[in-house]
Nanobody
Framework: QVQLVESGGGLVQAGGSLRLSCVAS????????MRWYRQAPGNERELIAR???????HYADSVRGRFTISRDNAKNTVYLQMNSLKPEDTAVYYC?????????????WGQGTLVTVSS
């Protein structure tokens, strides 16, 4: 079974840093775009960062300059380095990926990891 598993969330003070990881596992042939979304209480899920298979990146205005998305194709892993965290960054963070197993194309979501930023 192909799946995405996030890790690295937690509680941090404002101004601090966290690094999220998301590992794709299972019978994977290739991974195309990988993304990070977040959803704060009462808000819709929003796309905050995207990285293509060619490592082209895109960021939402709310995180540009503070967050960095990267990937390690050998490990089927995408990372989100979050610096200068603010209380408004508090949310559940989800990774998302377009990938190809040996039998079909899939779009997968991870289970989410909670990031809490205290003021």
């Amino acid at each position: 079974q192909v799946q995405l598993v996030e890790s690295g969330g937690g509680l941090v003070q404002a101004g601090g840093s966290l690094r999220l990881s998301c590992v794709a596992s299972g019978s994977i042939f290739s991974i195309n775009a990988m993304r990070w979304y977040r959803q704060a209480p009462g808000n819709e899920r929003e796309l905050i960062a995207r990285i293509t298979s060619g490592e082209s990146t895109h960021y939402a205005d709310s995180v540009r300059g503070r967050f960095t998305i990267s990937r390690d194709n050998a490990k089927n892993t995408v990372y989100l380095q979050m610096n200068s965290l603010k209380p408004e960054d508090t949310a559940v963070y989800y990774c998302n990926a377009d990938l190809r197993s040996y039998t079909r194309y899939l779009e997968l979501w991870g289970q989410g990891t909670l990031v809490t930023v205290s003021s």
